[in-house]
């Protein structure tokens, strides 16, 4: 009941396709059974490198703006914004600073690589442990649910709009079967050149 | 040298109450490459001179112009490795302030902490200061567009047009004699290579020798921008400042 | 058993925030002010455990009164709310963390038209902005009347009429007497307070 990463309840999917990736989120954030805000987003980009932070709401603001701090520096530094398979290692590094007072998150990284044009999706455990997947990412409390819809609605080689199609279909099958995630969800698809951003419209209970 | 029994620490004053290592600091910024900078209501421009000492260097990297954050870039005059020091306290200071307030820093709140550290220098005995100084261009929702220099001794003020390191004064009465009030940015680009051309050792201006930087508005997001050497040496052309034929002898420098 | 409300309204934000201060079976005080202003335009309210309430509230008020008076500049609302946040956010994972939830409701007076925003920040250092909000017990009375009967585009006197109704509802639902509610407007004009909603 006090585990924080359940407290304010939400869920993420990243999903792979032909020279794209997508990512979805919920927008609920709650305190425990009580619904507190729909409008809070849990993907954030730092230019075309996308994460998804599901988990304690504190820990997701706090990490986001580490993240933002530290590709910031990083883009000034390097004089070229980061990559999604360099990115992830910085996920990782960072997270695992705090291996005995963690960060209560599940983090999921998407992008697409600016030079070599692959598509990238991973997922972490709140330590630091990357988990390269192929095909699909996911986390938050409605976790068990996501890995049921991916596994039987997912398909691998699918265009931008099949993909799109794929990733909102499981995502809202998914989150409608968990009573602290939902209200209203967000799609990202990303193919080297574009990113379309989409709000689904889902059950509000 | 009357000096020498107050120079060797920066805490002591000399019987004349002068600080001889921060005058010394000043000095050598006197001596490096101009910097010049000018402020109008469409955005900033910033320009220094390269001192180019080999033509075997590899001269594609900036050494004077950074970007500070999203709103701030800086010229430097002076030690550049000193800067480079400055440079990252300030970038890690705006990004601290953005993480901190979730707002961009403002550009005075920045410059003061940045002189704020070059101050300590000159008062915390046993190290020197640092041998830079810095033109700011930046942009806030507070003051809007924003020109600032600040010294080794750690002050710091706003301007509408500005130079520091060498001929400085000359560039001075310059950019005094031809600044308007209101001045576009295409113009502030043209003042700014001309007092340049005029102030700079070598006769010619091409873009080997010279380093440009921009804060402007575009579709109201703010653009900060250091100029490549391709850019530049197309905005050369088009003001008409350098001579084609002076091109092919540079291009070999 | 504390109570604080926020509602945004078209160009104003309304606090209230319960008058009593209880400990066990004992109603201690009948007037107390459960907020404290944190500039021109902007003003907190807080719950939470005793002494680390006002502990906190007054700590960050200086720290960003050290900071306008430093800056001669007043910080946006916005920012205030991070700061604040961080600062829980900090404290969450300290050996003694401030058991402290809080509302701010300002006005940016910085902005081209004045922006108002009410920040929702809870004891961990969650952070959202939202039309309106609650802490505590009174949350589940007082949202699902607001869910019902709020607009973005309320005026001050409808906005003080909806706090009247959550008012009511709190009275009848709560175990304890609370009180009354004391109430802050925030506006592009500055911080108004009010002792007494049932006096409005």
Redo the contacts between chains.
């Keep these: 009941m006090s585990d924080p990463s359940s407290i304010n309840g939400g869920a993420a999917v990243a999903m792979v396709g032909k020279d794209c990736v997508a990512i979805a989120c919920d927008l609920r954030l709650g305190n425990q059974s009580l619904g507190v805000a729909n409008n809070f987003e849990k993907i954030f980009n730092y230019d075309h490198t996308f994460l998804a932070l599901t988990g304690l709401a504190s820990d997701v603001t706090t990490l986001s703006e580490v993240f933002r701090l530290k590709t910031n520096l990083y883009k000034m530094r390097e004089e070229r914004s980061i990559e999604p398979e360099t990115f992830a290692n910085l996920v990782s590094s960072t997270l695992y600073q705090k291996r005995f007072g963690p960060y209560f998150i599940g983090p999921l990284v998407a992008g697409i690589n600016s030079l070599t044009g692959k598509p990238f999706v991973c997922g972490f455990d709140l330590i630091g442990c990357i988990d390269y997947a192929k095909d699909f990412v996911v986390s938050g409390t409605a976790t068990d649910q996501l890995y049921g819809m991916c596994e039987s609605l997912y398909e691998p080689g699918l265009g931008p709009d099949d993909l799109f199609e794929t990733i909102s279909q499981a995502f809202l099958s998914a989150v409608d079967r968990d009573a602290l995630s939902g209200w209203g969800a967000v799609v990202y698809v990303i193919t080297k050149d574009k990113v379309t951003k989409r709000l689904l419209k889902t059950r509000q209970d | 040298m009357g000096s020498r029994r107050y120079d060797s620490r920066t805490t002591i004053f000399s019987p004349e109450g002068r600080l001889y290592q921060v005058e010394y600091a000043l000095e050598a910024i006197s001596h490096a490459g101009t910097s010049i900078g000018v402020l109008s209501n469409e955005g900033i421009v910033l320009a220094a001179e390269k001192k180019v000492t080999s033509k075997l260097l590899e001269k594609d990297s900036s050494e004077k112009m ?2 500070l ?2 709103q701030c870039v800086t010229a430097v005059a002076g030690l550049n490795s000193d800067a480079g020091i400055l440079v990252n306290t300030a ?2 200071y705006a ?2 302030y ?6 961009p820093v ?1 550009i ?2 920045l410059v ?1 902490r940045l002189c704020d550290i070059k101050q300590g220098y000159t008062q915390y005995g046993g190290l020197r200061p640092f041998g830079v100084s810095f033109i700011y261009a930046g942009y806030d ?2 003051y809007g567009f924003q020109l600032y220099t600040s010294n080794p001794s750690g002050n710091y003020s706003g301007w509408k047009a500005t130079s520091v390191g060498a001929n400085n004064s000359a560039a001075q009465t310059l950019l005094k004699q031809d600044y308007k009030e209101d001045i576009s940015l295409k113009e502030a680009k043209e003042l700014v290579l001309k007092v340049l051309s005029k102030t700079m050792d070598s006769t010619t201006l091409t873009k080997g020798k010279i380093e440009l930087a921009t804060v402007s508005k575009k579709n109201g997001k703010i653009v900060t921008k250091i100029w490549k050497p391709s850019e530049i040496d197309a905005l050369l052309k088009e003001t008409g400042i350098v001579k084609e034929e002076n091109e092919e002898n540079e291009e070999i420098n | 058993m504390d109570i604080i409300l926020g509602i945004k309204l078209n160009d104003s934000v309304l606090i209230a925030t319960s008058k009593a201060v209880t400990r066990g079976i004992s109603v201690l005080k009948a007037s107390d002010d459960k907020t404290r202003n944190l500039g021109d335009h902007s003003a907190m309210a807080f719950t939470g455990e005793s002494g680390d309430t006002v502990q906190f509230a007054e700590y960050v008020q200086a720290n960003l009164k050290l900071f306008s008076v430093r800056q001669n500049y007043e910080l946006s609302p916005k920012a205030m709310a991070s700061f604040v946040r961080k600062e829980l956010a900090t404290s969450i994972r300290s050996r003694k963390p401030f058991q402290v939830n809080v509302l701010i409701g300002g006005c940016d007076i910085n902005k081209e038209t004045p922006e108002t925003s009410l920040y929702w920040i809870d004891y961990l250092g969650t952070n959202v902005e939202l039309p309106y909000a609650a802490h505590g017990y009174a949350a589940f009375y007082a949202l699902s009347l607001l869910d019902r009967h709020y607009k973005p585009d309320l005026n001050e006197e409808e906005g003080i009429k909806l706090l009247q109704l959550c008012n009511k509802e709190l009275s009848t639902r709560m175990p304890i007497d609370f009180k009354g509610l004391r109430v802050k407007v925030i506006n592009s004009q500055g911080v108004k307070e009010y002792d007494d909603l049932t006096a409005l």
Excluded: S
């Design positions: 950074y970007v954050n999203d970038r890690v990004q601290q953005l993480a901190r307030y979730n707002e403002p005075e709140v003061h929702d507070r």
